[in-house]
């Protein structure tokens, strides 16, 4: 006897294209186990129906035949069934405020969720993620927005070429897109007025990755922090090339007191370290944000240094801040809402703490669109449908009638369950304090 699964439409935006499972996994996995698939129909998907129907899907509205639904982004309160397994990234896990609801509404109905983001090995690392999707198209946006801002502002620079990166067909054109623009920048040089010209990226992990490899396609040279200040005001550096910052966890703090910094230490006991950013941020033209972060750690940038930097006669050097990570309210001020595909960007004025969309303004461009990968529905949804369908098998045959100690998930699934048939499972009842 067969077991029915279901795939949500994503419908949050008309920009939201991707899906969990692509069709040629979908035909893979009906083919070698006793699974059928229920798809919602899309006009939208960059995958359409007609691909689905080719595996052996059935595509139609209702997937009340499934027991387990499987989606990317939340689901709408309105779409919940009664004691139903659903699979999503469900952005609950700091307790954020605007998706209790939806994490109450799923208690209610006595349901069962398990999140991609906390699918993860023995060590925590994730196994299930778009991160580096969101550092390509999140790069491709940055320098985009650069070219945009510095038009306003009477400079024309070869970032001009670049599009934003949902108006690319795949991340092949984009990668040829980058490279011609690398070519020119070794050939004619960069505007003296925005050389030498530096991206800072905070964070080294899947997103920072994606949004170096992008930016390495430029004719780019790495430096340290600690030589940032060194290569712009001595002139070690030439216009026709550009410049890259990795800053990891000792370049953004220093301890308080006299003790030496320790990883694990910062991580436990992040009250005992003050951030140091912003002693680099002036140098930078680009900042990209692709680090995790709670409120028990620093703020990386404030307003009130952005009111310094903005309060002067001269041109900041930076321009534009690229928040990947997109946390609101969160590791930098500037950021005090997401934006999509639609309006991407915003100038944050850190004086009146307006935001205006679009380019012109006092103050930075903040580019904080926060489904970044949807900008790569191909390649991102192939990508995580890759690292999924070794895990659906497990999640659609397991017996949820159980109680949840014997619940029969591989452990990185288990480590993921976040309420279990109504019920927050024991890792994640401190989520009952957010549901208050």
Not at 25 to 42: C, G, I, M, T
Not at 84 to 112: D, W
Not at 346 to 371: H, L
């Amino acid at each position: 006897m067969k077991i029915n699964v279901g795939i949500r439409r994503e419908d949050i935006n008309r920009w939201e294209r991707r899906a969990p499972l692509v069709p040629s996994h979908v035909r893979e996995l009906q083919k070698n186990y006793p699974l059928q698939f229920y798809v919602q129909p899309s006009e939208i998907r960059v995958f359409p129906d007609s691909e689905y129907l080719a595996a052996g899907a059935i595509v139609q509205e209702d997937l009340c035949p499934s027991r387990a639904v499987i989606a990317i982004k939340e689901i709408p309160l309105s779409m919940f069934e009664r004691g139903k397994v659903y699979v999503f990234f469900s952005h609950t896990i700091k307790g954020q405020a605007h998706n209790m609801p939806m994490l109450k509404r799923i208690i209610e109905l006595g349901c069962t969720l398990i999140d991609y983001e906390k699918i993860t090995d023995d060590q925590g690392r994730r196994l299930l993620f778009f991160g580096n999707f969101a550092g390509h198209a999140g790069l491709v946006d940055s320098l985009w927005s650069y070219g945009q801002r510095l038009k306003t502002l009477g400079v024309e620079t070869p970032f001009l070429k670049i599009k934003q990166a949902v108006h690319y067909a795949n991340l092949t054109h984009i990668r040829e897109e980058i490279k011609t623009v690398g070519r020119q920048i070794m050939e004619e040089g960069l505007p003296a007025e925005i050389t030498p010209f530096i991206c800072g990226f905070f964070g080294y992990g899947h997103v920072s990755q994606g949004a170096q490899e992008i930016y390495d396609l430029l004719p780019a040279v790495e430096i340290k922090p600690s030589e940032l200040a060194e290569t712009v005001e001595k002139g070690y550096y030439s216009p026709h090339r550009v410049y890259k910052v990795v800053f990891k966890e000792e370049d953004m703090v220093r301890p308080k007191g006299n003790h030496q910094f320790e990883l694990q230490d910062y991580y436990q006991n992040p009250e005992k370290y003050y951030p140091v950013t912003e002693e680099y941020l002036p140098y930078l033209s680009i900042l990209i944000n692709g680090i995790f972060w709670t409120p028990r750690y620093p703020r990386f940038v404030t307003r009130e240094f952005l009111k310094k930097l903005f309060g002067t006669q001269e041109r900041p050097r930076l321009q534009v801040v690229g928040d990947i990570s997109c946390d609101v309210n969160g590791s930098l001020e500037c950021t005090v809402k997401a934006t999509d595909s639609e309006n991407p960007v915003y100038v944050y004025d850190p004086f009146t703490g307006e935001t205006a969309d679009g380019f012109s303004g006092r103050g930075p461009v903040v580019m904080a669109v926060y489904n970044l990968p949807a900008e790569l529905p191909i390649e991102s949804s192939t990508y995580f449908s890759q690292g999924l369908k070794k895990y659906v098998p497990s999640i659609a045959r397991a017996d949820y009638s159980v109680p949840f100690d014997r619940l029969g998930l591989e452990p990185e699934l288990k480590r993921a369950v976040i309420v279990y048939n109504g019920e927050l499972t024991p890792d994640f009842r401190y989520l009952e304090n957010y549901l208050k």
